[in-house]
């Protein structure tokens, strides 16, 4: 068995989020060329010998960049703008500033920022949005406002669900099938199960409720009737039921029986006998009113034409969030979606707020499982903002709705089949800790992965770093190797991953003037790579060719600089030897290349000699034509690039453990 080095290397796999593919690639494929050693010694070792490059001295700036010593690459960076400035990556730019900072020179940091925020994709307005992948963590940000309580004393081990104000008299208003004495299965739809009835139940200061009682005979029916909508001065009546109205019980094309809203006055001290509205139809349910604080408007539930998804075929019920004005006469206008805020799936059971927001229940935008609680602002135009789930406690992976708030106590209930309750559909009694998280946050996420195979990397310390390089956040990342931060708006920000014998990535970004959420995955590779007596450590260091001029042997300028990373790495490696092996292709005399081959061979192993190499350490043979990678013999027809994988030099590494000959 051979025993294994695992030689440390440092690939900088830095990218920005906005820079062209080509150039990060490219990037990358400069990194990997010493890819297994010490990078930082290996640099170091090259600029000392005179073969400083823009890659050499980016890189060596890189390596104390990274590790926090920003004092001392700002001297590798300052060299590489001084003489490559024109050719410097935009990445550098910000690199190069941020080095500056920390040795006060802050009027040069300024101007390379000032340059750096010009680079197209880099633009500190841009945006990056990923809504669908890391919905959890957005959930996260809106979860624990909320403080729950079963109202056990009117939840009964039926169906209870839906409540409504009724401010007048200091009650709530809700659906009950108490009187049915059985058990009700619903999915949240009116599935025509009978003896739903609207009861009231008594509020105290805290919003407690008790003494359920039921509504009036004249309200209550033989059917169902659910999700009252009151007004302020309790003198008008808006609520569900199904398709029923003076005695007669209608159904549409296909003998179902469908669901409309109802209106009744309370005169002379009692309910008037309820008129379905307007805009009610056979052919569609129409369900939920709820009132807006003016009074105004009506909100509701339907799946009438113009749904979204109306016209799909599948198995899913569907219905959209409407609101329609509410005439001066009493009469109504032209229903309207709401088609910022409805999906194809299912929006229903809304509710307006004093302060014009809108909550309702949803099974089409992203939530924990069910029906989840959304909200969104109603803007003065009629127009609605960014749709939001309201979090946890109050969702859960239940069906979870009916919310409803008062917003000058914080206390409101909403409804949910959880698990812990009394029945199926059970009311659930809040008070908001919290408002509504509105501000302008920015929530950042990610993955770190194993750039290899995909997987997640936990252990990973990751960062979120300032303009001004001042360490804002930090976490270390568990099994699924996940992030997540809280910023503010408008600001720049790069966030940094660093795990001890793993790359350190880093990248950099803005965050827009609006709350939002930006996903940022980062990839790491491993620094600890196996080298094993007779590897062929050239591609190890990035060595492609060793160039000579035609039918000539000695050593050109390019190749020395080729030749250097081997001088270096047998430093740093006393221990080692190393056989060069020069081949050549095909195209001459076997004889003759035999000789050539023999003659780089030697001038290689000469070369490193003179650059301070013992000699014992080196053997060098030229083979010629004897070890072709391919088919093209003497008198085979093949295209250059053919030949020119057969023209190569191999430098095979032993003593790694002891000295093996290496065939």
Not at 36 to 65: C, N
Not at 202 to 229: F, M, W
Not at 393 to 415: A, E, H
Not at 483 to 508: G, I, M, P, S
Request: net charge negative; proline share 4%; with cysteine.
């Amino acid at each position: 068995m051979f025993k294994k080095l695992s030689i440390l290397f440092l690939l900088l796999s830095v990218s920005f989020i906005q820079a062209q593919k080509g150039v990060l690639e490219k990037g990358n494929r400069k990194y990997k060329s010493f890819a297994f050693i010490e990078a930082q010694q290996i640099y170091l070792k090259l600029v000392e010998d005179g073969y400083a490059s823009p890659e050499i001295l980016a890189k060596l700036g890189d390596t104390y960049y990274f590790n926090d010593e920003l004092n001392k690459a700002h001297k590798w960076y300052e060299q590489l703008f001084v003489s490559y400035e024109d050719n410097v990556k935009p990445a550098y730019f910000f690199r190069y500033a941020q080095s500056l900072k920390s040795v006060n020179r802050y009027e040069e940091s300024d101007r390379l920022m000032a340059k750096f925020n010009t680079y197209k994709g880099f633009d500190a307005r841009s945006k990056l949005y990923s809504k669908e992948p890391n919905y959890l963590q957005i959930i996260d940000f809106q979860s624990g406002r909320f403080e729950i309580i079963n109202t056990n004393k009117i939840n009964t081990y039926t169906v209870d669900f839906g409540p409504a104000f009724y401010a007048s008299k200091n009650q709530v208003v809700y659906a009950t099938a108490r009187d049915s004495g059985s058990m009700v299965s619903r999915k949240h739809t009116w599935n025509n199960q009978p003896f739903l009835q609207l009861y009231t139940a008594d509020t105290d200061d805290t919003g407690k409720l008790s003494n359920p009682q039921k509504v009036s005979r004249v309200i209550n029916s033989r059917y169902h009737e659910s999700t009252p909508a009151i007004t302020a001065d309790g003198k008008t009546m808006y609520f569900t039921r199904n398709n029923y109205e003076n005695g007669i019980y209608r159904q549409d094309i296909n003998g179902t029986n469908k669901l409309k809203i109802f209106r009744s006055h309370f005169k002379e001290g009692k309910w008037t006998n309820p008129v379905a509205l307007t805009f009610n139809n056979d052919e569609y349910s129409v369900a939920h009113p709820a009132l807006s604080p003016d009074e105004k408007k009506l909100y509701f539930s339907s799946d009438m034409p113009g749904t979204i998804g109306y016209d799909i075929d599948d198995d899913f019920t569907k219905s959209d969030i409407w609101v329609v004005d509410i005439l001066e006469d009493g009469g109504f206008g032209e229903p309207k979606n709401l088609k910022d805020i409805n999906t194809p799936g299912r929006e229903t059971f809304p509710f307006v707020s004093k302060s014009n927001v809108l909550y309702f229940a949803s099974s089409g935008h992203q939530g924990l499982g069910g029906l989840d609680i959304f909200a969104t602002s109603l803007n003065p135009d009629g127009t609605t903002s960014k749709v939001i789930n309201i979090g946890k406690p109050v969702n859960t992976p239940y069906d979870d709705f009916s919310f409803i708030i008062n917003d000058d106590t914080k206390v409101g209930y909403f409804s949910s089949n959880r698990p812990g309750g009394s029945g199926d559909d059970d009311i659930y009694r809040f008070i908001q800790l919290e408002d509504l998280r509105k501000q302008c946050e920015v929530l950042v996420t990610g993955t770190v992965t194993d750039k290899s195979t995909g997987g997640a990397i936990q252990e990973v310390a990751v960062m979120i770093m300032d303009a001004n390089n001042n360490k804002v956040d930090q976490l270390v990342t568990k099994a699924n190797g996940k992030y997540a931060f809280n910023l503010e708006c408008d600001k720049q920000y790069f966030v940094r991953a660093e795990k001890e014998e793993w790359t350190t990535n880093e990248k950099l970004f803005s965050t827009p003037s609006s709350s939002t959420f930006i996903d940022i995955p980062l990839e790491m590779e491993s620094t600890l790579i196996p080298v094993v007596d007779c590897d062929d450590i050239g591609p190890l260091l990035g060595i492609k060719q060793i160039y000579f001029d035609f039918d000539r042997s000695d050593i050109r300028p390019d190749a020395e600089y080729e030749l250097a990373k081997i001088k270096a790495f047998m430093e740093l490696y006393p221990q080692t030897k190393v056989d060069i092996r020069s081949h050549t292709d095909s195209r001459a005399p076997d004889a003759y290349n035999v000789v050539l081959s023999e003659k780089r061979a030697q001038s290689t192993l000469n070369w490193l000699v003179s650059k301070g190499i013992e000699p014992s350490r080196l053997t060098a043979k030229g083979y010629g034509e004897s070890r072709l990678l391919n088919e093209c013999s003497n008198g085979v027809p093949c295209s250059k690039e053919a030949h020119q994988l057969n023209r190569r030099s191999e430098f095979i590494v032993s003593g790694l453990d002891q000295f093996k000959d290496c065939l």
